[in-house]
């Protein structure tokens, strides 16, 4: 079994900073990627940024040079710092990670999800 733990969110005004953070715990032989995905009513869930194990990173092109995501490899946490958010931002925050968890299956796992509101 795997686990993803979140932490942050919130709420914050317009042009403000938020943080999250997920560790990945349990059966974990290899990390392939982890990441953040968001999803706000009424729509599908999106990426808003990932990073692989060999250190690729991507973001959607609406949060590039507001959001920085970054990871800790010596505890599975992968950390998404929001800063300039707008209102559009607001949703549900998923973190994602696919893991090998012996040397030949592997399995995506998500989140419960965190609420993240921008007012503005």
């Known amino acids: 079994q795997v686990q993803l733990s979140e932490s942050g969110g919130g709420l914050v005004q317009a042009g403000g900073s938020l943080s999250l953070s997920c560790e990945a715990s349990g059966r974990i032989f290899r990390l392939v990627s982890q990441g953040w995905y968001r999803q706000a009513p009424g729509t599908q869930r999106e990426l808003v940024a990932s990073v692989t194990a060999g250190g690729n990173i991507d973001y959607v092109d609406s949060v590039k040079g507001r959001f920085t995501i970054s990871r800790d490899r010596a505890t599975n946490t992968v950390y998404l710092q929001m800063n300039s958010l707008k209102p559009e931002d607001t949703a549900v925050y998923y973190c994602?990670?696919?893991?090998?968890?012996?040397?030949?299956?592997?399995?995506?796992?998500w989140g419960r999800g965190t609420q993240v509101t921008v007012s503005s």
């Open positions: 994602n990670a696919r893991i090998y968890y012996d040397t030949r299956n592997w399995g995506e796992f």
